[in-house]
C-alpha cells in the first residue's frame, strides 16, 4: 500500500481518493479548510495554507509520502525541487507542477522552446507598459495574471477604454505576488477542447478521445465526449501534447487545453492533473475514467488502452447563493432521467457560482453527441443550491 499526500482536497481529489481507495492506497488530503470534498473519503486529513514551504515541509515530513499528487495550482511548489532531491516523488514532476502554475514559464517553454502554435504573446508589468503590449499584439486580445485561474482578473481588451480597466481588474484576480500578466490576440477559434494526455512510468503515452467544453464567466458549463473533430486537427493536438508532457516529465494525466480554428490548432495551456471538463469521463464514456487513470499512471500500474465505451456529457451544478448550510433543491428531476447521474461534492460552504456538483448523461457510441448534452445542461438547471 502507498502513501499518498493529495495536496488539495477539492471534487477532482475526491474523485481520485475514491479511485485511490478502491486500490487500497493510503490518502492524507491536505486543503485550507476543513471538511473538504478530498478530506470526507481519504484516511485522514490537514488543512495548512500550501502557499507556506514551511506548512508544506512538515507535512511532507511528517507523512514521508510515496507520492505528492498536487490537485491545485496555488501551491509552494518552489519547494517541490527540493522534494525531489531528497527522493520523493512529485506528480507528475516538480518542473510540472512549477511551470504551470506560472503562465510564463509554461507559455515560453511551449512556443520558444518546443515550437507549438500558440496566439500572439506579450508580457507588461503595468498599465504603461500594457498599453504597448496591446499596441503590438492589436485587438481584441486577451489578459491574464500570470498566477490566476479559473478566470480568475482576465478580460477582453475591445478597445483602448478596456486597457486601464483591464490593468486593474488583472491586479485584483491575481494569486501570486506577482504583478505581470501575460496579453494574449484574441483567438477566434471555433471551438475548444481538453485533449486528456496519460504519461506512464513505462509504456507509451495515451491519449483519451477528445472533449469538447464551453466556459463561461471563466469556468466550464458543459463538457462532452468525444468532440467532433478532424483527424488532422485531433493528430496536431496529440503531437503538441507529446511534445509539452514529454518536457515537463513524469507519470500522471494532463489536462490540455487547445483551441480549433480556421487556421488550426492552438496550444493554450494545461494542468498536470484530472482537468475538470474531464469529469464527463464520470459518465463511464472510456474504460477508465480520469481519475483511475491518474491514479493506475502514479502507482506505476500499466494502462494498456484507453477505449470510448459510450459518448457521454456533464453539466455543472452551481449554487445559487451564499450558505453555511447548503442543500439541492430538485435533485429528484435529475435522478428520475434515464442514461443520467449525478455527484454533490459535499462543499460544507456555497456562494453565487460556486460548483457544487455535477450532472452526467450519457448515450450509445451511434447517439447524438449534441443531444446528450442538452439532456445534461437542461437537467443540471433544474437543481437549486440554497440554505
Ligand atoms: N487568447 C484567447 N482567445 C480567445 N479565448 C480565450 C483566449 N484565452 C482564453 N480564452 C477563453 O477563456 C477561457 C479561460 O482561459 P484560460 O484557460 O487561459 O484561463 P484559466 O483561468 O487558466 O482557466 P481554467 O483554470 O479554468 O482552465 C478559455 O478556455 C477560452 O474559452
Ligand atoms: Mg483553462
Not at 482536497?9 to 479511485?19: D, H, M, P, R
Not at 486593474?168 to 505576488?177: C, K, L, M, T, V
Not at 473533430?229 to 496529440?238: P, Q, R, S, V
Request: proline letters at 4%; one cysteine or more; a negative charge.
Amino acid at each position: 500500500m502507498a502513501t499518498i499526500l493529495l495536496l488539495g482536497a477539492g471534487e477532482l481529489g475526491k474523485e481520485f481518493v475514491i479511485a485511490a481507495q478502491r486500490l487500497s492506497q493510503k490518502v492524507i488530503a491536505i486543503d485550507s479548510y476543513e471538511n473538504a470534498p478530498a478530506m470526507q473519503v481519504a484516511h485522514e486529513w490537514e488543512v495548512i495554507n500550501m502557499l507556506d514551504g514551511d506548512a508544506l515541509d512538515a507535512v511532507v515530513k511528517k507523512y514521508n509520502p510515496d507520492y505528492i499528487v498536487p490537485e491545485i495550482e496555488a501551491i509552494r511548489t518552489e519547494r517541490f525541487y527540493e522534494y525531489e532531491k531528497q527522493g520523493y516523488t512529485v506528480v507528475p514532476s516538480a518542473k510540472a507542477a512549477n511551470y504551470t502554475m506560472n503562465r510564463k514559464a509554461i507559455r515560453d517553454l511551449a512556443s520558444k522552446e518546443l515550437g507549438l502554435k500558440t496566439a500572439h504573446y506579450r508580457y507588461a508589468t503595468s498599465a504603461t507598459e500594457l498599453k504597448k503590449a496591446v499596441e503590438e499584439i492589436g485587438m481584441p486580445c486577451v489578459v491574464k495574471p500570470l498566477m490566476s485561474s479559473s478566470g480568475k482578473g482576465q478580460s477582453t481588451i475591445k478597445s483602448q477604454a478596456d486597457i486601464e480597466k483591464a490593468w486593474n481588474y488583472s491586479q485584483e484576480g491575481s494569486r501570486g505576488d506577482v504583478a505581470e500578466v501575460i496579453v494574449e490576440s484574441f483567438v477566434n477559434f471555433n471551438y475548444e477542447i481538453t485533449l486528456l494526455t496519460v504519461t506512464q512510468r513505462e509504456g507509451e503515452t495515451l491519449f483519451c478521445p477528445p472533449i469538447g467544453h464551453r466556459q463561461e464567466r471563466g469556468d466550464y458549463q458543459e463538457s462532452w465526449q468525444p468532440a467532433t473533430m478532424k483527424t488532422n486537427h485531433l493528430e496536431a493536438a496529440k503531437d503538441m501534447a507529446a511534445k509539452v508532457t514529454e518536457a515537463l516529465g513524469g507519470a500522471g494525466i494532463w489536462g490540455i487545453e487547445f483551441f480549433v480554428g480556421n487556421e488550426g490548432v492552438y496550444f493554450s495551456e494545461l494542468s498536470p492533473r484530472p482537468h475538470d471538463t474531464g469529469m464527463v469521463t464520470l459518465a463511464n464514456t472510456q474504460n477508465f475514467n480520469e481519475f483511475e487513470l491518474h491514479l493506475r499512471a502514479v502507482i506505476g500500474l500499466p494502462i494498456p488502452e484507453i477505449t470510448l465505451e459510450r459518448k457521454g456529457a456533464s453539466a455543472v451544478i452551481l449554487a445559487n447563493d451564499f450558505s453555511e448550510n447548503p442543500n439541492f433543491y430538485g435533485i429528484e428531476k435529475v435522478a428520475a432521467a434515464p442514461k443520467s447521474d449525478f455527484r454533490l461534492f459535499g462543499k460544507p460552504t456555497s456562494r453565487p457560482y460556486r460548483r457544487m456538483g455535477v450532472v452526467v448523461t450519457y448515450g450509445n457510441l451511434d447517439k447524438d453527441i449534441s443531444e446528450i448534452t442538452e439532456r445534461a445542461k437542461n437537467l443540471a438547471c433544474k437543481v437549486k443550491v440554497l440554505s
